[in-house]
């Protein structure tokens, strides 16, 4: 996604977009650290945590989900389409 979206950008654009990228990954991964040793200090049997790897793994089945069914509907639209193109 980064990649794509740094077509967009010439010359200082590239490089500072480039920066940008740099700097808000490293406070990402930065935060996400704290959080765990964090979450690791209150949560010591880990029940903070399993609620929190539920609440991912249903996230990405319903993104699993959506994709499939915007896949289909793609699918069943542009079947269609040419159906009726055709005739």
């Keep these: 996604m980064i990649g ?7 010359g200082a654009e590239k490089v500072t977009f480039t920066g940008a990228c740099i ?4 406070l990402w991964f930065f935060f996400l650290a704290i959080a765990g040793k964090t979450i690791g ?4 049997k880990g029940t903070l945590m399993k609620r929190i ?5 249903l996230i990405i089945w319903a993104v699993a989900v959506y994709l499939a069914v915007e896949l289909l509907n793609n699918a069943i ?6 159906k009726n193109v055709i005739l």
């Design 23 to 26: 700097s808000v990954s490293w």
């Design 53 to 57: 790897n539920q609440l991912s793994a």
């Design 77 to 82: 639209h542009k079947r269609f389409t040419l």
């Design 41 to 44: 200090q209150i949560d010591q």
């Design 4 to 10: 794509t979206n740094s077509l967009n950008y010439d």
